[in-house]
């Protein structure tokens, strides 16, 4: 029979949730909007959306070493809220990189999300609010269902307050400072 958790002792619900995620077994798992996503259930990634992703790390990869960072799809936490979101692609600087533990999307430099048919509207929606909300500089949309990408930055509490797009794919797109450099997006 299920017992009742007694939260009165100090027992932090949110903590609690994020730990058990964290040692799910399973592919990625994530919190959205509350909603525990991935683990044993979740459908790996198809080879498009790898190829999409790896294409885009490795445009942007020589950057990334000089300003002194590391591309990974490590955690981001949001804390007081039901969000744990384990990006595509996220560039961070490499001494926070080796903390081992989760980090904040203000912590990072560009967030990139590749969208597939089961979470489009989610990065199209629900995460770019969420890294906006967080303060995630350059939150990068690869759109694959539209054929499109859309760089959004200058994050606020309402969501990111500039869109550069949506560009379809074959256009070249400008990432700004600290990278400085014009994405490639015809492999996409």
């Known amino acids: 029979m299920a017992t009742a958790i007694d939260y009165s002792e100090g027992i932090d619900p949110e903590r ?10 399973g592919g990625r798992v994530e919190i959205i909007e509350g909603v ?9 990634p198809t ?10 790390r490795d445009q942007i990869k020589p950057r990334v070493r000089e300003l002194g960072c590391v591309t ?27 903390g081992g533990s989760a980090l904040l999307p203000d912590q990072t430099l560009l967030v990139v999300e590749v969208t597939s048919e089961s979470n489009a ?11 906006a909300e967080y303060g995630a500089p350059l939150y990068l949309l690869v759109d694959r269902q ?9 994050p606020g509490h309402l969501g990111y307050t500039k869109a550069d797009g949506p560009h379809p794919f074959g256009t ?12 490639d997006t015809s492999g996409l």
């Open 16 to 25: 609690a949730l994020k730990y058990a995620i964290q040692h799910m077994r």
């Open 36 to 44: 525990i996503q991935g683990g044993d259930e979740s459908v790996a």
């Open 47 to 56: 080879w498009d959306h790898e190829s999409a992703a790896e294409e885009v």
């Open 72 to 98: 990974g799809s490590g955690n981001l936490d949001f804390p007081g809220s039901g969000n744990w979101y384990v990006p595509d692609i996220a560039v961070v600087p490499r001494d926070l990189a080796k």
């Open 121 to 131: 509207e989610t990065d199209r929606v629900v995460k770019r609010k969420r890294y």
């Open 146 to 154: 539209e054929g499109s990408v859309t760089l959004f930055s200058e």
């Open 172 to 183: 070249s797109v400008h990432l700004p400072a600290p990278f400085g450099i014009d994405l």
